[in-house]
């Protein structure tokens, strides 16, 4: 396993979002994990990526305690081994798209040319490498995800956390960013927690997990709901 989940527990003030969620996510596996607005999904997806604390359950990566970590080992955690992917691709706008996916390894100290020739080859394998020098408000939404997927992925993370990646695009697009992401993520046994409400976005994932009322539908023993392999 890569990353496990014990009894996570997280409430906001007196409402409880996730209640006690055990899971396990295996070394280069796609995880969907599913359930209707509300349900507790992007909570428990900021305590695994640990974004956020739980108030209670174990979070491990490896053989570390992510949810014993302080917030500057957490960070350099997200910075490395760790890939974020969310709704809106949070580029930012007065960069370029190479720019934009150079940016995490500049700020993990890898050197401007190296960081752009990986930037570059990120781009193009999320198949966006003609944006290259566009700035994020020249692009379309389905450019502007797959730029925020080459970045997710540029510092080569082990495991990328996806919080609803499609949500903003039509069908079409999203189907396309999905999966690339998918494939990519397959290519380098990247294990990849893929949050989303939608039944469809799921069946790209190899497991699928589904949440209600901050619980899994199990009840918390981890059993896995088989879907479709990958899609297509
Ligand atoms: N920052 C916050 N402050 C207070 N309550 C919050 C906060 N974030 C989430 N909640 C509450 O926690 C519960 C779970 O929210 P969460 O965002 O995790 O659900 P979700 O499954 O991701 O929903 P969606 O599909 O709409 O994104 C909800 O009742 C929500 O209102
Ligand atoms: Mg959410």
Redo the contacts with the bound molecule.
Sequence with gaps: MILSARGVVR???P????RGVTLDVAEGEILAVT????????????CLAGIIRPDAGEVTYRDQRVDLMSEAARSRLRRTEFGVLFQFGQLVAELTAAENVALPLLLAGTGRRAARTAALAWLDRAGVADVADQRPGQMSGGQQQRVAMARALVTEPRIVFA??PTGALDTLAGEQVLGQLVRVAHEHRTAVVL?T?EARVAGHADRELV?RD?ALDDSGLGIAVPTGRHGR
């Design positions: 409430s906001y003030g409402t409880p979002a996730v359930g209707p607005s509300g349900c507790g999904k992007s909570t428990l997806l900021h919080d609803e949050v409400h949440l901050g």
